[in-house]
């Protein structure tokens, strides 16, 4: 499992094939992520997203990470769904961003 940060600012998760915004994202962890998205994934589907981590100079790193889709619920909201994925491919450098993302003081 390991550690997770929510995220309050929501930044945008894009598909890097399609170059759409699927969602925004609701928390992250070394091992996956939660997004706030306007349509369900389909269930076991593969993706590439790409989004943005704020280190603590407010300077964004754009990440790249596989994933897998493995659930999806209706949101709080009207017409949102919250989303879980599980990372499955990173490479070493993005995974250090993200390990120094996760350590950052909220």
């Known amino acids: 499992v390991g550690e997770f940060r929510r995220v309050l600012d929501g930044g ?39 989004l943005p981590l704020y280190n603590a100079d407010a300077r964004a790193h754009l990440v790249e990470i596989g994933v897998q889709s493995l659930w999806h619920r209706a949101a709080a909201n009207p017409g949102q769904t919250r989303a879980g994925f599980r990372i499955i491919a990173i490479s070493d450098s993005h ?6 993302w996760l350590a950052l003081p909220d």
């Open 12 to 50: 945008e998760v894009t598909d890097v094939i399609s170059n759409r915004v699927i969602g925004h994202l609701g928390d992250l962890s070394i091992s996956g992520l939660m997004l706030i998205c306007p349509h369900p994934p389909e269930s076991g589907a593969i993706h590439q997203f790409r």
């Open 95 to 100: 995974a250090a961003i993200l390990h120094n």
